[in-house]
């Protein structure tokens, strides 16, 4: 069965440019997830997608940030524009029903 | 926002030994409690979940749970050198379905 894919693996831009990170989450799996993760830090969470709807994104800096999973499927998560302080690999996951959750292998954002 | 403690170590052992690390939370409602290992430049993967108060063994892997103590640790045993990781310990908030996240403890094993 195949993971949680992300794509890209890596982003380097500079700030004020905006950024785009794509995510398809298991199959079969109606809950995904985004997170952040600093270095030396756990994931934290931006937002919580069941089906289409977003159910949680109370941590998600709406000036700058979006995202969207428009058919309850894969997602996507928007910066712009981006600042130096958003450099960390954005990482998916999804679970069925909001149980355990699986990681797909992150995008790391370098803002210069 | 509740909290999920753990010691970020490094934690040392030889090849072989048993590791312990261990987690406490806030949540006194908690009932899903996980653990993921991340090698260094890669995702979280999880390996073990735990529901109820007690141990759930795994292989190599023993979960421990205390719900009263709001403490939740991992055993490793016969430790090998791929077990080097960081070690993160996730539990579920009662209300809200969130995964709240420690900062992980750092494992390495020395051959």
Known sequence: EAGVVQSPRYKIIEKKQPVAFWCN???GHNTLYWYLQNLGQGPELLI????EEAVDDSQLPKDRFSAERLKGVDSTLKIQPAELGDSAVYLCASSWRNNEQFFGPGTR???? | ???VEQNSGPLSVPEGAIASLNCTYSDRGSQSFFWYRQYSGKSPELIMSIYSNGDKEDGRFTAQLNKASQYVSLLIRDSQPSD????????KEEYGNKLVFGAGTILRVKS
Do not use: F
């Not at chain 1, 919580?48 to 089906?51: H, V």
């Not at chain 1, 954002?109 to 210069?112: A, D, F, I, M, R």
């Not at chain 2, 080097?84 to 539990?91: E, F, G, K, M, R």
């Open chain 1, 109 to 112: 954002l370098t803002v210069l």
């Open chain 2, 1 to 3: 926002q509740k909290e």
């Open chain 2, 84 to 91: 080097s990781a960081t070690y993160l310990c996730a539990v």
């Open chain 1, 25 to 27: 989450p298991i199959s």
């Open chain 1, 48 to 51: 919580r997608y069941e089906n």
